[in-house]
């Protein structure tokens, strides 16, 4: 837990004098009847205690002597052997590294206890809505002891400007955490492309893909899999994964798999035959064309939108050499013409959460990339069959490909590297794979 004590003491040391951070694990969610969804820990939890249960709360103290305390659910015998095992108070500072622990059941007497003497309440506002009745009232019990001496806090802050800026850059550790996350992700991915063949529908590809995750050591899927063929693709959201695959059409893929904390996310498009058609293959091409530019601009002191506007001037000087839009380059962008085959952004911060937290702006301008930063590079084309003045060969292809990248000192490195991404590199490795 070496790596969370170091995130905690960080923390610390930006919070102001005389304050208290709040953090929360988050509760179980009943699914239906008695049955919950799979439970994670906050990311921002998990981030500073590597502690995976349910109901519990990390508080940081910054008064003369700061301290780090849990509150979590006691040892349980009976509800053990129904439920799992529980760490439990009295193993929680050795095993988590924390200063003090206590039962869960005794969090707001006890914290009313510990914060005396702090001016400011630190919470996400993120989860504001859910704590502001429970952070009420310990400012109220905090204000009727004040003709004891005890100073009550006089303001609630957003925890989220000294934490998610501290996730945004990735330490050693977390790198290492994503290279296995990323590399995992590529083994899912490349089993998909070996399995196309013999599956289907969607779903089955879907349990190939998420089978082999898990036989890699993902702790669980980093968001709900994209498996879509055909116009499917042309739905930038679709997760029901139930058609059948149509055999001449592209199939998208997006899909990651988390390892101890940290996402992966690519997305692969290839032909459920094993071979492009001549469209699909002109489109394909145009995609990794701006995808590449985009990811080559990646580097310390570079915009972060710049590789946006790099992946826009490929994607629509294509579309012009390809006849599918009209008119100079420069005018079409102008004017946003792109965005009716390419309507989202070119990619996204990674972490913990696979739309990671940090700011994309700061006093009003696009951040530049500083080392330790990670985000995914996505540029893609969508030409459903709603397009009636396109022609009918570039109907229902939907293409995205995706790559996770850290900017490191000197420039980038592709953390998902050793996918086949040409049209020849695909069509080989399908080829090959799908004769054994």
């Known amino acids: 837990m070496k790596i969370h004590r170091i995130h905690r003491a960080k923390l610390l040391k930006l919070l102001p004098k005389n304050s208290v951070a709040l953090i929360p694990s988050g509760s179980e969610v009943i699914r239906n009847r008695d049955v919950e969804y799979p439970f994670r820990a906050k990311s921002d939890f998990l981030y500073l205690t590597g502690?995976?249960?349910?109901?519990?709360?990390?508080?940081?103290?910054?008064?003369?002597?700061?301290?780090?305390?849990?509150?979590?659910?006691?040892?349980?015998?009976?509800?053990?052997?129904?439920?799992?095992?529980?760490?439990?108070?009295?193993?929680?500072?050795?095993?988590?590294?924390?200063?003090?622990?206590?039962?869960?059941?005794?969090?707001?007497?006890?914290?009313?206890?510990?914060?005396?003497?702090?001016?400011?309440?630190?919470?996400?506002?993120?989860?504001?809505?859910?704590?502001?009745?429970?952070?009420?009232?310990?400012?109220?019990?905090?204000?009727?002891?004040?003709?004891?001496?005890?100073?009550?806090?006089?303001?609630?802050?957003?925890?989220?400007?000294?934490?998610?800026?501290?996730?945004?850059?990735?330490s050693a550790a977390e790198i290492k955490k994503m290279r296995k996350a990323a590399q995992i992700s590529v083994s899912g991915h490349l089993a998909a492309m070996k399995a196309v063949a013999d599956c289907k529908y969607e779903y089955q590809l879907q349990a190939v893909l998420e089978a082999d995750f898990k036989r890699s050591g993902a702790s669980r899927n980093a968001f709900n899999s994209i498996v879509a063929s055909k116009e499917n693709a042309c739905i930038l959201h679709y997760t029901e994964n139930s058609a059948k695959i149509k055999k001449r059409g592209l199939v998208l893929v997006d899909a990651g798999a988390e390892f101890k904390g940290y996402a992966g996310d690519i997305t692969t498009t290839f032909p459920a035959r094993g071979k492009f058609t001549k469209s699909q293959a002109k489109l394909y091409s145009l995609v990794l064309k701006a995808q590449r530019a985009a990811i080559e601009a990646i580097a310390p002191g570079v915009s972060y939108d710049e590789m946006h506007h790099v992946a826009i001037k490929v994607i629509t000087t294509g579309l012009v050499e390809l006849g599918l839009l009209k008119g100079k380059v420069n005018k079409l962008i102008e004017k946003g013409a792109y965005q009716k085959f390419f309507m989202h952004g070119t990619g996204h911060w990674l972490g913990m959460d696979v739309h990671d937290v940090g700011c994309y702006r700061v006093n009003g301008r696009w951040r530049k990339f500083k080392p330790g930063m990670v985000v995914t590079v996505e540029p893609g084309l969508y030409i459903s069959s709603n397009h009636k003045q396109i022609a009918k060969k570039w109907h229902n292809i939907g293409i995205r490909i995706e790559d996770d990248v850290l900017v490191t000192p000197n420039g980038h490195e592709v953390l998902t590297a050793g996918l086949p991404r040409t049209v020849k590199e695909i069509e080989a490795y399908m080829a090959k794979n799908q004769k054994d």
């Open 51 to 170: 502690f995976e249960e349910p109901d519990s709360m990390l508080l940081l103290i910054k008064t003369e002597k700061q301290q780090s305390v849990v509150f979590l659910r006691d040892k349980d015998p009976q509800k053990e052997i129904w439920d799992g095992r529980r760490l439990g108070v009295k193993n929680a500072k050795k095993s988590l590294g924390i200063d003090l622990s206590f039962s869960i059941d005794s969090l707001e007497a006890k914290t009313a206890e510990l914060i005396q003497g702090c001016e400011q309440i630190f919470i996400s506002y993120e989860e504001l809505e859910n704590w502001s009745p429970f952070v009420n009232r310990l400012i109220k019990q905090s204000k009727q002891q004040v003709r004891k001496g005890v100073q009550a806090p006089a303001a609630i802050a957003d925890l989220d400007q000294f934490l998610h800026e501290m996730r945004l850059f990735k």
